[in-house]
């Protein structure tokens, strides 16, 4: 027998080394090596916390109808519940994505490994992974198309399968997935390509929405080519018949459904306008409630506000038709420095169902509703006459204040009773002579009112202020100056103490907030009406005082088809000029505020009007158009009040002047004269001199026309000057002491 060749005893010696037993050793070897490798990470890789651009989420602010006003936030997304997705829906997105999603693991093995393959070979970037891989990468990985995130991928996904309700991954992905648009999540997506929550979207918008995730920007049907119009609606089909193959939608159903062309793009709502001004006052709102700046800034709060759409457009059309279309902000530097700043209350609920902070957030941030950097001037008068009867105040010689009591109106009369001196001067410097307290307010007499407050007492005036909404400060001083209105106060302020007055004296605080919801918390909304701060009478005499203000005196303007009550005021300075008013279903604050191009205050004369610009004109004029127009072009409604049982006396004087003015006509009264032997107001008395002359403010120039007695045009019509002068306020600089 002889020796096997070389070549043979090679071919056994292969065969011994790779038998196929030890091939199939060594294949069981390299399965457990690879088990054990994924085991190892399967345990080392954890399920990390998501990634910032996951979690963050658009504030959400809507009108009082449930229109969105605007957004804040980098990312427009607003995350929503599954249970408020309609079943269709969802059942859309998973036939569009994953149809074995409520059966799998969470992995797709064969489309995952497919799609690494494609990558690690240059075939492209393909897609294979499930709605929980999907998920998994939106929340918490990153977009990078590599090997090693696929792997980070599919063991997350794995984890958070068995740990995590397939409910919730499904609300995860539909909320963190990128729709196009600049709308992440399918709220986003569904307000910004069909209108509408997605509580109400259709299956077939639904399905649409679906498709879109393969392709965002190519399948958006505005701006699809004819090949991307193509194939989403193929998309859109596939994903029906999808539903239909697993039973989730009836044939029949399915067979009548037409392609849901979505609407063209529209903007988001952005801060410019009024909007930057009232979402601003809104999260100073919910600042004061205990959210904090941070947890605000951090988003996901839908926040319902009370402005009401149709009245919120109302004030700024009024504001635009008496105002601005008057104004030459750009060819005259007077012109551009008048600022206009309103609120608007319902007294009944306290909810502002309208502002008005400037000519736009964008261009003029200091929002002239909120701020409180100027005075209110004689808008404060009311609180001093509210005060005097809420605490039963008498005058110098014992009689009860009311209406009908007579004060002495000489103008730069000095104050009786008061360790302080002071003698304001009366608008032009007129002096009224004995008139009744119905009178003064009428006429917004300076020195009746600073007598008033003397008797009444700085001290008990003040707290009556701080109970109606007012709010203290440093320039909140208790002197008699303050009867003049010396102290800061802002729209907002000033409708909240009117609406008390409207409210029978019940406290009504105006609030912007209707309800914020976080998917942590709810915020209880404010308490806008609570207890009696002043008696009824007090509130309700007030209330009858200044409707004659708006029927006969400096607010005529104002009048309209509607009962009404309210009061000028111009400031020192001529820096502000106001009007406060209610009918008994609306109250409103307006002002205008002169402030220069480096914020500094200046006076408003010769701006809007030639001389003063006082609150009898364009802040009435405003205050009526935007009323006539809130309340439907008028209101039947009338006021309920109680007031003291006195009768007002209205003086017969004859109006003089203690400088040299031309004479002007006076109007007739529309009361008798007082009964020769009414006894002399403790006021008319001498008073003994003050230490030093109180400093005064030389009056400003007014140049009116002749008013006759016809009645009033309607207030969106700019009336005729009235006759005579218009009584006002004068200058409110404290004496030195």
Known sequence: ??????????????????????????????????????????????????????????????????????????????????????????????????????????????????????????????????????YVKNYYLSQDQTATRKLKEMVIAIKVDRQTQKSDILAGYMNTSYYGRSAYGIQAAARSYYGVDATRLTTAQGAYLASLLQAPNQYDWTSASATGRKLVEERWNYVLDNMVGEGWLPADERAAMKFPVPQKPKPAPGMEGQTGYIIEAANQELMRQGISEEGIKAGGWTITLNID????????????????????????????????????????????VAMYGGVGATEHWTSNATRRDYQPASTFKPIVLAAAVDTGADTQDGRDIGLGTIYDGTSKRKVVGSDIPFAPENEDDRSYGPVTVQKATASSINSVYAQMIVDVGPGNTKKTALALGMKDGADFGETPAMSLGTMGASTLDMAGVYATLDNHGKKVTPTLVKAAAHKDRVVEPVKSVGEQVISREAADTVTKAMQGVVRDGSGFRAAGDYEAAGKTGTSENNRSAWFVGYTPELVTA?????????????????????????????????????????????????????TDSSTPVEPDPEPTRTTEAPEEPTRE?????????????????????????????????????????????????????????????????????
């Open 309 to 352: 759409e149709k009245k919120q457009k109302a004030l700024v059309k009024a504001v635009d038709r008496q105002l601005e279309a008057k104004l030459d902000r750009k060819g005259d530097k007077k012109d551009a420095t008048v600022q206009a700043g309103a609120t608007s209350v319902d007294p009944k609920t306290g909810a502002v």
């Open 669 to 737: 009264p529309t009361t008798p004269s007082p009964d020769p032997t009414t006894p002399p107001a403790t006021t008319a008395t001498t008073p003994p001199e003050p230490t030093r002359d109180p400093v005064t403010t030389p009056p400003e120039p007014t140049g009116k026309p002749t008013r006759t007695d016809e009645p009033s045009p309607p207030p969106s019509i700019e009336p005729p000057d009235p006759g005579g002068t218009e009584p006002e306020d004068g200058p409110t600089t404290p004496p030195t002491r």
């Open 1 to 134: 027998m002889g020796r096997p060749d070389k070549s043979t005893a090679k071919k056994r010696g292969l065969r011994r080394l790779f038998s196929w037993k030890k091939l199939l050793g060594t294949f069981f070897v390299f399965c457990l090596l690879a088990m054990g490798a994924l085991y190892v990470v399967y345990v080392m890789v954890p399920v990390p916390s998501a990634n910032a651009e996951a979690t963050m989420q658009s504030n959400i602010y809507k009108y009082s109808n449930g229109k969105i006003l605007g957004r804040t936030g980098q990312i427009n997304r607003e995350i929503v519940g599954l249970e408020k997705i309609p079943q269709g829906v969802q059942k859309a997105f998973v036939a569009a994505e994953n149809k074995t999603f409520y059966e799998d693991n969470g992995v797709d093995i064969k489309g995952t490994t497919r799609a690494a393959w494609s990558t690690i070979t240059g075939k492209g970037k393909q897609g294979g992974s499930t709605i929980t891989q999907q």
């Open 590 to 642: 307006v002002a205008l505020f002169g402030e220069d191009a480096k914020g500094n205050q200046v006076t408003l004369t010769d701006t809007i009007e030639q001389g003063r610009a006082n609150g009898g004109r364009r802040p009435a004029q405003i205050w009526g158009d935007y009323t006539t127009s809130a309340l439907g072009g008028g209101s039947d409604a009338s006021f309920d009040l109680e």
